[in-house]
């Protein structure tokens, strides 16, 4: 069902109510564009298009959200966008895949496959070349199969390490650095054997796979791959080094998320979605859960360095200003690419939403306040205000009290979390265990991004 949300124009001195949203589509009514000069054929136009568009993405919601994303692939924030709305629909987007994405996102089963065209440093003479290869001889069954069939001057060696970054040869062999090593030999060797074709010389399994019958010739060429030189084994790039290079290549994280492994853990924090942020009461402090992608250092007219930053989570990008007072404290923790719990401010400034961040710290250093109750302390009254009284008393300035106090009561094999308020959050987690543990409270300490 299309969600409807009226939009307000105003004029020089009446306020109109021109159209519907519906979702990332903007339509304009016919009673709008009828009255203020725009001719009514149009508007019926604008209204029929309308309609169809709803039609296709209610029935057809793969074509359509595989299409929307063809039409704006140079876009980066709007891709990211509509990825997030095709993960509200339950619509899984699958990174590039070289014997099966086209040119453009394609729907293939119940899921959207990557196109080549979105890839950076692989162009549309590259494309042709390996679509052509893969349509003449099939699909290919290793690097060297691949170097050796399509035409090298097309897909050069950064082309392929693009690919291979992204992702697009994980289904022959998911060790990408593993391939990126092998790429420094089989790229010689296939170019030596392209050059020796050329020149009518071959070798000598070229020559044998000519005389032999067709169910030979597949043996033979595997014999042909067999050969190909490979390099000494190597370990894959750590998971973050192998997401950094697909944002790097794809404009945004698509096999998985940095933030997805800790989605879970860090709920107990309370945070909000960024595509909440507009929704929430201004001067509210927030907290969310974010990746740094890009860190902007600016001057004041007084001469004080702040920063201009682009964040993003699962569901939006969104810019965040950290003011000169706040930057001076947090600016070593700014890393691009880090993953941050960020507090600040919400602030609308030209119809547009930012966040103005109060505080930073990296998720790897986040910490929790763990108490184990009973079910008899979890129903007393007065073990209850005995323990808030000991988390006032130990919490210290409150503007700086950032670690969560969360309790456990354990019932037998039922196990249930308790998420205690942000003012009974706390400055210091070790002196806090330590009080609570001489109250005759069982209490730890743990990382927020520990299993």
Known sequence: MVKIITRKYVGQSNVYDIGVEQDHNFVIKNNFIASNCFNKSHSTAYGYVTYQ??????????????????????????????????????IQIEPPDINRSGVDFTPVGDKILFGFSAVRNVGQNAIACILEAREDQGVFKSLSDFCDRVDLRAVNRRTLESLIYCGAFDKLEPNRHQLIKDLELVYD??????????SGQGNLFDLLGGGFASTSTNKTNNNVFDSA????????????????????????????????????SSS??????????????????LCAVVMLNHVKKVMTKKGDPMAILQIEDLTAQLEAVVFPKTYERVSLALE????????????????????????V???????LVMVELTPQQAITIEERDRLRTILKEISGDRE??????????QAGSSRQLVRFGRQFWVQDSRSTVLALQNARFLAHVKQLTSS
């Open 189 to 198: 060797w296939a170019q030596s054997r392209a050059k020796d074709r050329a």
């Open 336 to 359: 691009v690419d880090a993953r941050l719990i960020i507090w600040g401010k919400v602030d609308r400034r030209d119809e547009q939403v930012q966040l103005i961040v109060e505080d």
């Open 268 to 285: 107990i924090l309370a945070p909000i979605n960024l595509s909440q942020l507009g929704d929430q009461k201004e001067d509210t402090l």
């Open 400 to 409: 700086k009290a950032k670690v969560p106090v969360i309790g456990i009561v």
């Open 229 to 264: 030189p490979k390099a000494q084994p190597v370990p894959d790039f750590p998971p973050q080094k192998k997401l950094q290079m697909e944002k790097e290549l794809l404009g945004f994280y698509v096999s998985d998320h940095p933030l997805k492994s800790i989605k879970n």
């Open 53 to 90: 568009t709803a039609y296709l993405k209610a029935n057809y919601p793969l074509e359509y959200m595989a299409a929307l994303l063809t039409a704006n692939s140079g876009d980066t924030d709007k891709v990211q966008k509509y990825i997030s709305t095709c993960l509200s629909m339950n």
């Open 361 to 367: 710290e990296p998720v790897e250093t986040v910490q």
